[in-house]
């Protein structure tokens, strides 16, 4: 996963926030395209440090959250993006470009100026739409309301399937008693139906796995070793408005430990239709059937602590 993400930072050779020495990402970046050997391994040492100055919460010694740290990752990027772009459109060259727009400005603003919302190759490759509907029960009236998304985290249950997962994530809510909704065209408090769906996929769909979870009687959290079979191939079918969506698996993080506050952090990833096993500077080739291994425990007391936490689908349309 990471390969392709280097891949695309290197077909913006002029970010130079990105490139740039006192960037969060510009030195590692540089030292892996720099690279001549075609093996080996990097220690992100740097990368660590910059990590941790720019987050207090990856700065202790505690068990750090894979998930925690992509939505880091990805925000931190667009952030990175669009002040890059911000410095892009104020410069001298830019500005008189502009000017000479056959028809003005191509996104007039108020007060003379309105500014469309930057979409990076961040966007394009994570972002997704979620749609949230609420239909009154009196009038039948629909209210939607649409969200962006980088990831969908889906709660878990024992011996179930992603596909599972997903349609308990867009199952119809009823709201009534005291979580009733109030609908603007009864203007009155009515009992409803709600469900969330996916609008639009994105062309990478992250899927994360809720392993952790807070037990109220034991006053803690508590890693969920559930067998989730996630397929090789997914369809999103009664997920999304476009039941055509298909997925192809092409990496997992994989979570060791028995615990959420202590463990270890390896990948699978797919390259060049061969399945490449990470850990640390260990890397080594392994069978397809090997990832349905790390699915996990069918049992909740078994000796396997191996179970995937966050996959990536890649979508066959694009």
Avoid at 268 to 295: A, C, G, P, Y
Wanted: aromatic share 12%; glycine share 4%.
């Amino acid at each position: 996963m990471f390969g392709r993400f280097v891949h695309s930072v290197l077909l913006y050779p002029s970010s130079r926030l990105l490139w740039s020495n006192t960037g969060i990402f510009g030195c590692f970046i540089f030292v892996i395209s720099s690279q001549k050997k075609k093996t080996g391994v990097i220690a992100p040492k740097r990368f660590v440090q910059r990590v941790k100055k720019q987050n207090e919460y990856f700065r202790s010694y505690m068990h750090q959250d894979a998930h925690e740290f992509l939505n880091f990752l990805l925000n931190e990027l667009v952030e990175v993006l669009e002040k890059e772009s911000s410095a892009a459109t104020s410069s001298p060259e830019t500005s008189s470009a502009s000017e000479k727009t056959a028809n003005g400005p191509v996104h007039p603003q108020a007060n003379g100026v309105r500014k469309e919302p930057l979409v990076t190759w961040v966007h394009k490759s994570f972002q997704g739409i979620l749609t949230n509907e609420t239909r009154c029960l009196r009038c039948e009236t629909v209210t939607a309301r649409d969200e962006t998304f980088f990831d969908l985290s889906l709660d878990i249950e024992q011996n179930s399937s992603i596909t599972s997962c997903l349609k308990n994530f867009s199952s119809t809510e009823t709201l009534n008693a005291e979580d009733k909704f109030f609908c603007d065209k009864c203007c009155s408090l009515q009992e409803a139906q709600k469900r969330m769906k996916i609008k639009k996929p994105p062309h990478i769909l992250v899927i994360h796995l809720k392993r952790f979870k807070y037990i109220e009687q034991l006053g803690r959290y508590k890693k969920l070793s559930y067998r989730v079979v996630f397929p090789l191939e997914l369809k999103l079918n009664n997920t999304v408005d476009d039941a055509d969506s298909e997925y192809s698996l092409f990496a997992v993080v994989v979570h060791v430990g028995s615990g959420p506050n202590h463990g270890h952090y390896v990948s699978l990833v797919k390259s060049h239709n061969h399945w490449l096993f990470f850990d640390d500077e260990n890397v080594e080739m392994i069978d397809e059937s090997t990832v349905q291994t790390f699915f996990g425990s069918a049992q909740e007391y078994s000796g396997n602590t191996d179970h995937g936490y966050i996959l990536f689908y890649e979508s066959l349309r694009w």
